[in-house]
């Protein structure tokens, strides 16, 4: 059974948001990524981070995901044909209206009675109209996720209150239609934003534009110093975690807390980086006899909150399967093992992150389906080069993410650490963070590899990279800011996210049977 963690916000006089959450049962979702359009399996016994907001006034309470993968913030709406509660209002049959050839509905009626069947009780939803400090901007989204989730609706602000701590002028979307029964809190860069998006080329189009989203306005108004914000999930068997806006505690990791820069994943059409990868080096298994090297080129590495498992190329889940003398479910399940780990099996993936080294116990990547068990390594996709670490990964890392810098500092998580908090607010770099040893060492391009012929466990894989010539060691002039605070005034349109028309008439069938 899948745990949504439900989060308490805890504010005082200093810098920083303090959000500690706890575990609870919840249904299974599918896997939500907005990459494209391909569907993902259905999976059970999987984690949502979901951060519990009141909004407008007087507050209604709304449960939102948390994601790093994503940067807009929207709930569900009140008259949102897919929710339970507006099963009465479902047009007859006869009445019922086709979808076009995008595949998603724009109107109501198009939404058949079967179809209405979201409990949005469960994490509540806005109502615009009930809200006396609402204003709708009367601009449109639309985005969608690789599960076929979707959101069509309307901007607008309203004042969110984290435990107390009333934020004004927050901008959000209300979805009018959409059949996710969850809103979403991006706290990814403005360029994630749905509201910017770029083209095959490298332009954008006329509409484009950028807005403070969430992190960016907690400083604006004063409450973090830099756009910042760190995030512990511990282990699997813990109910407990935080996340903290503006600030670092120290207490959360072991080891030391290593700064990576971000890198541009798509290099061949922006010139900076536009959401929050990093680059991997190589990923290793230890055991107590041996230790293995599974790949070792230099990858872009997303690190992604919204995604429950680790997604791979297909080209690299093939050689880390060959390496383990196991084979690729074709059934999505990712890698099957030759046996499954025992309870007392103290194996390890090791991860290479710019020279600093993270070590994942096997047991947080291993699933178990009908008694096989398999790798939590899945292939994304022969259209995909871009890995992404998902939660199964994030458990056993402490990160902190500098949106200002275009940063990620990670370290090993202390699990259950018993030690008291040991809170640092952030005013310029994160502190006692330093450089990873091969910080320079940097993704620049897409390798091919069909075999393994490095080695990450030798010396030169964490040996200390000098900064290039023209680079000073105690600046990040290499790697450009893609946040800017100053005051932006926009026209509030919003254009589809990654939209891909041609990938939409293809599975407009398949949308038009599950909105019947």
């Given at each position: 059974?899948?745990?949504?963690?439900?989060?308490?916000?805890?504010a005082?006089?200093?810098?920083y948001?303090k959000?500690?959450?706890?575990?609870?049962?919840?249904?299974?979702v599918?896997?939500?990524?907005?990459?494209d359009?391909?569907?993902?399996?259905l999976?059970?016994?999987?984690d949502?981070?979901?951060?519990?907001?009141?909004?407008?006034?007087?507050?209604?309470?709304?449960?939102?995901?948390?994601?790093?993968?994503?940067?807009?913030?929207?709930?569900?709406?009140?008259d949102n044909?897919?929710?339970?509660?507006n099963?009465k209002?479902?047009?007859?049959?006869?009445?019922l209206q086709?979808?076009?050839?995008?595949g998603?509905?724009?109107n109501?009626d198009q939404i058949g009675k079967?179809?209405?069947?979201?409990?949005?009780?469960?994490?509540?939803?806005?109502?615009?109209?009930?809200?006396?400090?609402?204003?709708?901007?009367?601009?449109?989204?639309?985005?969608?996720y690789?599960?076929?989730?979707?959101?069509?609706?309307?901007?607008?602000?309203?004042?969110?209150s984290?435990g107390?701590?009333?934020?004004?002028?927050?901008?959000?979307?209300?979805?009018?239609?959409?059949?996710?029964?969850?809103?979403?809190?991006?706290?990814?860069?403005?360029?994630?934003?749905s509201?910017?998006?770029?083209?095959?080329?490298?332009?954008?189009?006329?509409?484009n534009?950028?807005?403070?989203?969430?992190?960016?306005?907690?400083?604006?108004?004063?409450i973090?110093?830099?756009?910042?914000?760190?995030?512990y999930?511990?282990?699997?068997?813990?109910?407990?975690?935080?996340?903290?806006?503006?600030?670092?505690?120290?207490?959360?990791y072991?080891?030391?807390?290593?700064?990576?820069?971000?890198?541009?994943?798509e290099?061949d059409?922006?010139?900076?980086?536009?959401?929050?990868?990093?680059?991997l080096?190589?990923?290793?298994?230890?055991?107590?006899?041996?230790?293995?090297?599974?790949?070792?080129q230099?990858?872009a590495?997303?690190i992604?909150?919204?995604?429950?498992?680790?997604?791979?190329p297909?080209?690299?889940?093939?050689?880390?399967?060959?390496?383990?003398?196991?084979?690729?479910d074709?059934n999505?399940n990712?890698?099957?093992?030759?046996?499954?780990?025992s309870k007392?099996?103290?194996?390890?993936?090791l991860f290479?992150?710019?020279?600093?080294?993270?070590?994942?116990?096997?047991k947080?990547?291993?699933?178990?389906v009908?008694?096989?068990?398999y790798?939590?390594?899945?292939?994304?996709?022969?259209?995909?080069?871009?890995?992404?670490?998902?939660d199964?990964?994030?458990r056993?890392?402490y990160?902190?993410?500098?949106l200002?810098a275009?940063?990620?500092?990670?370290?090993?998580?202390?699990?259950?650490?018993?030690?008291?908090?040991?809170i640092?607010?952030?005013?310029?770099?994160?502190p006692?963070?330093?450089k990873?040893?091969?910080?320079?060492?940097?993704?620049?391009?897409?390798?091919s590899?069909?075999?393994?012929?490095?080695?990450?466990f030798?010396?030169?894989?964490?040996a200390?990279?000098a900064?290039?010539?023209?680079?000073?060691?105690?600046?990040n002039?290499?790697?450009?800011?893609?946040v800017s605070?100053?005051?932006?005034?926009?026209?509030?349109?919003?254009?589809?996210?990654?939209?891909n028309?041609?990938?939409?008439i293809g599975v407009?069938?398949?949308?038009?049977t599950?909105f019947?």
């Open positions: 059974m899948k745990e949504l963690l439900y989060f308490t916000l805890l005082g006089a200093q810098a948001l959000l500690d959450f706890t575990r609870v049962p919840s249904a299974s599918l896997e939500k990524r907005a990459d359009l391909s569907p993902v399996p999976r059970n016994d999987v949502q981070y979901i951060v519990q907001l009141a909004v407008g006034t007087p507050p209604q309470m709304v449960s939102v995901q948390l994601d790093t993968g994503s940067a807009d913030l929207w709930f569900s709406g009140a044909p897919y929710c339970k509660t099963k209002k479902a047009p007859k049959s006869k009445d086709p979808v076009d050839n995008s998603f509905p724009t109501p079967k179809a209405r069947n979201l409990d949005c009780k469960k994490y509540g939803f806005f109502n615009m109209s009930s809200s006396s400090t609402f204003k709708n901007n009367d601009t449109d989204i639309f985005l969608y690789e599960d076929l989730s979707f959101v069509r609706g309307t901007w607008g602000t309203d004042v969110v984290l107390g701590l009333n934020i004004s002028g927050v901008n959000f979307a209300v979805a009018e239609i959409s059949n996710s029964s969850s809103g979403v809190l991006g706290v990814s860069l403005p360029s994630e934003e509201t910017y998006s770029i083209n095959s080329n490298g332009t954008t189009n006329a509409t534009y950028q807005y403070s989203n969430l992190p960016l306005q907690l400083k604006e108004q004063g973090i110093d830099k756009v910042t914000y760190s995030i999930l511990n282990d699997t068997k813990s109910k407990y975690g935080s996340i903290l806006f503006g600030a670092v505690d120290h207490s959360k072991t080891g030391t807390l290593y700064t990576l820069p971000l890198v541009n994943s290099y059409v922006v010139n900076k980086p536009y959401e929050l990868d990093i680059t080096n190589g990923i290793g298994y230890q055991s107590m006899s041996s230790n293995m090297t599974l790949y070792d230099k990858v590495a997303l992604d909150s919204g995604t429950t498992i680790s997604e791979f297909d080209e690299i889940v093939e050689v880390v399967a060959k390496q383990m003398n196991a084979t690729v074709p999505g990712g890698i099957r093992l030759a046996k499954c780990p007392k099996d103290n194996a390890k993936l290479n992150l710019g020279g600093a080294l993270i070590y994942v116990d096997i947080e990547f291993t699933t178990k009908k008694g096989k068990c790798l939590e390594i899945i292939p994304s996709g022969a259209e995909s080069d871009l890995v992404i670490l998902g199964n990964f994030m056993s890392v990160t902190v993410f500098d200002e275009n940063e990620v500092s990670i370290a090993q998580a202390n699990f259950n650490s018993s030690l008291p908090a040991q640092e607010e952030i005013k310029s770099t994160v006692s963070a330093v990873a040893p091969q910080y320079y060492n940097t993704f620049s391009a897409i390798a590899i069909s075999s393994v012929t490095g080695d990450i030798g010396p030169e894989a964490t200390y990279m900064p290039p010539a023209n680079v000073s060691n105690s600046s002039s290499s790697n450009s800011s893609a605070l100053e005051r932006r005034s926009y026209d509030n349109a919003a254009t589809p996210l990654r939209l028309s041609i990938i939409l407009a069938a398949i949308l038009a599950i019947m």
